[in-house]
């Protein structure tokens, strides 16, 4: 019966404490309540949450906060978000929408992969394209190819970037959120930004001659220009023996025909 | 205790393998029939070059001129005709142009350097002008012009000036071999420097496993106030910080440079350059290097021009006797691996390596078993093994507050690491992702 008493004054001692902390707790939310303010508040529900950094601010909180005081008026900076977000930022602040821009993804301007592109020794050390790049930037013959260590696959912060188990790196554009920290990391330069809803695409930043860019590798662009000249309308240019696509001015058409009239074919269709 | 002193921290003992070069006298190679000389072989910006295409120079002539502040003059090695300028790689990570410049064969007899300048009548400011337009960079391998180095930035005052004849590095006895038949040379060029930095003391650190070097600087020394402190024989001594904890028990702040506590090191090649600039009236255009290794026949020290391919300095010591594994520039344990044998010598090599499989680890990587070896050596007193996890999870933050900016790269992480992770190699990952993270946040 003492054993039984004891353990009533256990539990009616422990609610009375319960209680008063509980009313403590309940007067401290009302009394020392942080006011948040209700617009930054939509702001954030509308971006991403991701973090990432690309509009310059080191969080999205930090974004939202800054277009609510009217410091920041670009409502465009957040590329993950893409124009959905970019729309639903200016309706809430209620100012002007400038074009909505084509969201841009990662890409990995290089076909290079262990049987194409010639090494020119054996890297042993650390795995990673920082420490290769060090060493005669890469071990690559071509200087402007992807080195395959992964530098954007660690960086990554969607894991959007895989390793292909051929000495090249994929980026899968369904996950690419536009961050641009994969082409701020790549030693090489050779991860470039591109439209999402583009469908062809130059897979090579080669500038070395064309009869070097041909000994060193079988897929790199030798600027033939056949792409440029045949195919008018393709939007192709080549400049420093490299041909680049301009997106905004293309014919689908010429730019299929010219894809397959590539020589090394590293004109891709995404 | 004993009177050899040595650095608080860490470090470690790798096997010498000094004695194959150490007791055999320097070898002069002969002029290359094609020199390859960079412009860009010393810290800075690279030199603007003075001659043009098919341009004939003579040996010692003026090249490349200093671009800005911090940059050095090159000088032609030989006589000849500049044949090409060409782009390049160097070992140690520089892309640079070149000139590619042909021997006259014609020209057989080289300028005379027998004159002896009086520098001592010289004002301070006239005597760094003339190491500016000579080229004198420091040769222990970081390649600091030494008109940069030598001048004393208001403020400032030298109290110690640190001479550096350590040479910790295994295999390479080019600076040991040096002070052996240069004791004179060496001693006129402290002598020049003395006045250059008007110092309270001049210190030469020397490790024990050069007796025959510490008898020849005693006895050189004594007579003109120089000390020499032997130390114990420890890798890595010769790193700036440690050698000035080493020989006055202080150390200097992290990020800061030695002059922060009133000490200017310097190398004793630096010191015979300078000397050869001043008194000699000769620009630099070869030094003495260590060849080496268990893959070269003969190894030897020789006395090579800057802008001569590796593979005449290995024939100079007789070739292979094996297949290299790994062909190293500099030494051993901070060196950078290279491949191509037409890379030419630059001002700041001290030494060839060619090593074998025996030499070389080639243990494949496992996991870090935090053993803590790594930490024990650490001669600047860092975690390597917690900064390499940082990096590992890209936290490049993180591993700046575990020191990742203090460390050396000196290798002793490495070397001792059972499970044969590439420390070094890491951090300078981590550095340069660093650099190009907050590169980007900039923008």
Redesign the interface.
């Known amino acids: 019966m003492e054993n039984l008493l004891q353990v009533l004054y256990a539990f009616i001692s422990t609610s009375v404490f319960a209680i008063f902390l509980g009313a403590g707790l309940a007067v401290a939310s009302r009394k020392l309540k942080v006011k948040s303010d209700e617009k930054v508040e939509t702001l954030i529900s509308v971006l991403p949450g991701l973090n990432c950094?690309v509009c310059?601010y080191s969080s999205c909180e930090s974004y939202a906060r800054a277009m609510a005081s009217k410091t920041e008026t670009d409502v465009s900076r957040c590329s993950p978000g893409g124009y959905d977000t970019q729309n639903a930022l200016a309706k809430l602040l209620d100012v002007e929408n400038g074009e909505n821009s084509s969201r841009m993804i990662a890409r990995l301007a290089c076909l290079g992969d262990n049987k194409a592109a010639k090494r020119?020794?054996t890297y042993?050390?650390?795995p990673?394209?920082?420490?290769a790049?060090?060493?005669?930037?890469g071990d690559k013959g071509c200087k402007y190819g992807c080195l395959g260590l992964g530098?954007c696959v660690?960086?990554c912060p969607v894991d959007a970037i895989r390793y292909t188990g051929t000495g090249l790196v994929k980026v899968n554009p369904e996950l690419c959120i536009g961050c641009?920290?994969c082409v701020?990391?790549c030693?090489t330069g050779v991860m470039v930004m591109i439209p999402k809803d583009a469908k062809w695409f130059v897979a090579c930043k080669s500038k070395d001659s064309p009869k070097l860019t041909k000994n060193l590798c079988r897929t790199g662009c030798i600027g033939c220009r056949i792409c440029e000249r045949k195919f008018l309308n393709s939007g192709f240019v080549v400049s420093d023996n490299l041909s680049m696509l301009s997106y905004n001015d293309a014919d689908e058409e010429d730019q299929r025909a010219a894809s397959a009239a590539c020589p090394p074919k590293c004109i891709i269709n995404l | 205790m004993s009177r050899y002193q040595t650095f608080s921290r860490g470090g470690i003992r790798p096997p010498d393998a000094k004695y194959s070069t150490s007791k055999i006298g320097i070898k002069t190679c002969p002029l290359p029939d094609v020199a390859i000389v960079p412009f860009l072989q010393h810290i800075g910006t690279q030199a603007r070059p003075t001659v043009k295409l098919n341009d004939r120079v003579n040996e010692g002539q003026l090249i490349g001129e200093p671009s800005s502040l911090i940059s050095a003059a090159i000088h032609s090695p030989v006589a000849g005709i500049v044949s090409e300028f060409r782009s390049i790689f160097l070992p140690m990570g520089i892309k640079t142009d070149a000139a590619v410049i042909k021997r006259d064969r014609n020209i057989h007899s080289p300028i005379k350097h027998e004159e002896n300048h009086d520098w001592q009548s010289l004002e301070i400011e006239e005597l760094l002008e003339i190491l500016k337009w000579k080229g004198v960079v420091g040769q222990g391998g970081a390649t600091f012009p030494s008109h940069i180095k030598f001048s004393i930035p208001k403020g400032h005052d030298c109290e110690v000036f640190l001479i550096n004849a350590c040479e910790c590095e295994p295999y390479l006895s080019a600076d040991h071999r040096l002070i052996l038949e240069s004791t004179e040379q060496i001693m006129e060029g402290i002598k020049i420097v003395q006045k250059l930095l008007n110092p309270k003391r001049v210190v030469i650190g020397i490790e024990a496993n050069k007796q025959d070097a510490i008898e020849m600087l005693t006895a050189a020394g004594t007579a003109r106030e120089v000390e020499v402190v032997h130390l114990k024989a420890k890798y890595p001594q010769g790193a700036e910080k440690n050698l000035i904890e080493a020989i006055l028990g202080y150390e200097v702040p992290s990020g800061k440079l030695p002059l922060e506590v009133g000490v200017i090191n310097s190398n004793v090649g630096t010191l015979f350059s300078v000397y050869e600039a001043l008194v000699r009236n000769k620009p630099v255009v070869e030094r003495v290097l260590t060849v080496a290794g268990g893959a070269i026949a003969h190894p030897a020290n020789v006395r090579a021009r800057v802008g001569s391919p590796v593979s005449s300095l290995i024939e100079e010591c007789d070739g292979f006797r094996e297949e290299p594994v790994k062909l190293v520039m500099g030494g051993p344990m901070m060196g950078f691996a290279f491949n191509n044998l037409d890379t030419p010598v630059i001002k700041g090599t001290s030494g060839i390596l060619a090593l074998t499989g025996n030499e070389v680890n080639t243990s494949a990587t496992t996991p870090c078993i935090s053993c803590g070896r790594c930490v024990g050596v650490c001669p600047m007193g860092l975690s390597p093994t917690t900064i390499f996890k940082q990096i590992e999870h890209e936290r490049f933050d993180e591993a700046t507050k575990y020191g990742l900016e203090d460390c050396v790269l000196c290798g002793a992480c490495s070397y001792v690491c059972p499970a044969h992770i590439p420390l070094v190699s890491a951090f300078r990952a981590g550095r340069g992702r660093k650099r190009r993270l907050a590169a980007r946040r900039k923008k």
Not at chain 1, 133 to 137: D, S, V
Request: proline share 4%; aromatic share 12%.
């Open positions: 950094g310059s020119e020794f042993l050390g650390y990673d394209c920082e420490s790049h060090i060493q005669f930037h530098s660690k960086s641009e920290i701020a990391v030693p």
